[in-house]
């Protein structure tokens, strides 16, 4: 229900940040009750945990992609190109797939703003399930290019179960359909293809927050990046990146770093997420929650992979070792099929050309000739 004009008046009067940093940000939700924060992340709040992001010079995904002898990088995520060639996307897949990368600090710090009550929404660009894996409620997570959660027939639209698809990816295989042979891809959104329904879904929680968090990202991807502007003007937003992003030149839209519009409402933190975030939380007393947040969890995930890669590798061992005893029975059965033969063999030529098939025999035979000549 929209407010009246006095109330817009008081609420952008009071969204003035008395700095465009993270402190301007902490000391504004001291004195407002912050309730209602999204987070709109990208691949920079994973490339702590190995992941590359897609555009950092060098480092980033679009740079390294050589091998695969792209027309263009994106293609690697092009929905004509895949059907055409889904060989690169398959095999950067196996590089990326999770289930050994761990969520970072940034990661649990999203998790924590939940656990403190104030969080509304996670909208990520990521694909990799670090959101997930962290703890966080898919009902919280809007993963607005998809991820690899869940996989999908192209053709036509058969659920693929993810068990099998995993399986397929991290042998180098290409997944088909089990109905129709058409191809099978993880559920992410690649360039030509709409985002996920849930996204459109859940615009709506822009109107709703009152604080908003930008962290790595560089907004170049639409329709995501316009999200920066979805918040109403008078709700506090705030940037965590390696480089500044999203500050268009016009005074409607984009961050406004240096207030040059009157709109005391954009500050920025350059620098690494994690520190970033560590800052925020110890700014707001929960640097304690966070270290040991992270610790608790991080420790609990890395035994829990441990235990599975030990379970995994019992397992094939024991496989081997039935291989080795298959082997072992079936060269033992060729074997004795063998001799039989051979036996049966021996048998005929006795037979017919009265040639012994028992050795001695055939010593006592000669004998008993040569002495009969
Ligand atoms: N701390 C802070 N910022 C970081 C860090 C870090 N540790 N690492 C990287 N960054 C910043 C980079 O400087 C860059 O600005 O994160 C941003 C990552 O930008 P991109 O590589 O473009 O990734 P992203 O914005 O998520 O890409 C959006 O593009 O190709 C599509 O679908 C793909 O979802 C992806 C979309």
Redesign the pocket.
């Known amino acids: 229900m929209p407010g009246t004009r006095s109330q817009y008046k008081a609420k952008t009067a009071a969204a003035k940040l008395d700095a465009p940093t993270i402190e301007g940000i902490v000391n504004y939700i001291k004195k407002n009750d912050v309730k209602r924060i999204i987070v709109m992340s ?3 709040i994973s ?2 945990s190995g992941i590359p ?4 010079k060098g480092t ?1 995904l679009y740079d390294n992609l050589q091998k695969f002898n792209l027309p263009y990088a ?1 293609a690697i ?1 092009d929905i004509d190109y895949f059907m055409e060639k889904p060989e690169p996307f398959y095999a950067l897949a196996k590089e990326l797939y999770p289930g050994k990368y761990y969520p970072t600090k940034t990661h649990y710090f999203i998790r924590l703003l939940h656990e403190k009550g104030m969080l509304l929404r996670n909208f990520t ?2 694909i990799d399930t670090l959101e997930r894996l962290a703890g966080l409620d898919e009902d919280l997570i809007v993963e607005a ?1 998809g991820s690899f959660a869940t996989a999908s027939c192209v053709e036509c639209k058969n659920v693929a179960d993810p068990a099998q698809v995993k399986k397929k990816v991290l042998k180098g295989e290409v997944a088909r359909c089990s109905s129709c042979d058409g191809l099978i891809k993880p559920d992410i959104t690649f360039f030509g293809q709409n985002l996920p329904k849930r996204f459109f879904k859940r615009l709506h929680d822009f109107s709703e927050a009152d604080l908003l968090i930008v962290i ?6 639409q329709p995501f990046a316009s999200l920066i502007d979805d918040v109403p003007d008078y709700v506090p937003r705030l940037l ?4 500044k ?1 999203g500050d268009h030149h016009t005074s409607h839209s984009g961050f406004d770093f240096k207030w040059k519009y009157g709109k005391k409402r954009d500050a920025l933190f350059l620098g ?2 994690n520190e970033g975030v560590q800052k925020f939380a110890e700014l707001m007393g929960w640097k304690d929650d966070l270290e040991s947040l992270y610790n608790k969890e991080h420790a609990k995930l890395k035994s829990i992979w441990e235990a599975e890669t030990l379970a995994e590798k019992v397992e094939k061992e024991h496989e081997a070792e039935e291989e080795e005893k298959q082997i072992e029975k079936e060269t033992k059965s060729e074997d004795e099929k063998q001799h039989k033969e051979i036996e049966a063999l021996a048998k005929v030529l006795e037979e017919k050309l009265h040639i012994p098939s028992d050795p001695q025999e055939s010593k006592d035979r000669s004998n008993a000739t040569s002495s009969s000549k």
């Open positions: 990208g691949a920079g490339t702590d992001d897609f555009r950092s980033g994106e995520f660009q990521n290019h790595g990202t560089s907004l170049q991807v965590i990146n390696k480089e992003a690494d997420c």
